[in-house]
């Protein structure tokens, strides 16, 4: 089955303790991308890759890391969580673009 | 810088009768638009997208949406709603070239649909 996984999908976690949130998919797509969801924002792009190795900030990469190693991983990573982390989390996965698949999402509290 | 704007948070419709959720964009050069929709606790579904051509789509679950270049609309419709519509939905960009963003699109804050019995 194609898919789009996520783990944890859920996590409380405290100010400053680093965490990775996993993303995989099993599509053979190039392009990924992690967005945070907020209420009354949407979703907001955090990065992107193209392909291995080719990552690109989105419009609010500020505390994120990612690595992309692997064509079917992509993990992000939170050096130093903050409060204003806290957020519903999501990675996707595209053949072209034109098309998004959707992890099922990770709540992240950070206190 | 291109944006997406859905100017409605809560839409409601009783079933049966038809639905149009909105949505406007604004993107330099010819814009690739889309619709996502969110069910409860699950991660967003492909609905339909416009690249080019025929200015209305058909797309999952019998919805639609026309695209209108002159008021820069890519408006949400299906004719008869289902209480099982009920769900947030966004609308989003795709860059273009000229506009710099190509490789990212850029979603609407949602639009909560709620269909009544």
């Known amino acids: 089955e194609a898919q789009v996984t996520q783990n944890p999908r859920y996590l409380i976690t405290v100010t400053g303790k680093k965490l990775t949130v996993t993303c995989s998919q099993n599509?053979?797509?190039?392009?990924m991308s992690w967005y945070r969801q907020d209420p009354g924002l949407g979703l907001r792009q955090i990065y992107y890759s193209m392909n291995v190795e080719v990552t690109d900030k989105g419009d609010v990469p500020e505390g994120y890391k990612v690595s992309r190693k692997e064509k079917r991983n992509f993990p992000l990573i939170l050096e130093s969580p903050s409060p204003n982390q806290t957020s519903l989390y999501f990675c996707?996965?595209?053949?072209?673009?034109?098309?998004?698949?959707f992890g099922p999402g990770t709540r992240l509290t950070v206190t | 810088a291109q944006s997406v704007a859905q100017p409605e948070d809560q839409v409601n419709v009783a079933e049966g009768n038809p639905l149009t959720v909105k949505c406007t964009y604004s993107v330099s050069g010819n814009p690739y638009l889309f619709w996502y929709v969110q069910y409860p606790n699950r991660g967003l579904q492909f609905l339909l997208k416009?690249?080019?051509?025929?200015?209305l789509v058909k797309g999952s679950y019998g919805f639609e949406a026309e695209f209108n270049k002159s008021q820069t609309s890519f408006h949400l419709k299906k004719p008869s709603a289902l209480v099982s519509d009920s769900a947030l939905y966004f609308c989003?960009?795709?860059?273009?070239?000229?506009?710099?963003?190509?490789?990212?699109?850029?979603f609407g804050a949602g639009t909560r649909l709620a269909v009544h019995p």
């Open positions: 989003a960009v795709r860059g273009t070239l000229f506009s710099g963003g190509y490789n990212k699109l850029i």
């Open positions: 599509m053979n797509h190039e392009y």
């Open positions: 416009y690249i080019t051509g025929d200015n």
């Open positions: 996707a996965s595209s053949l072209d673009l034109h098309e998004q698949y």
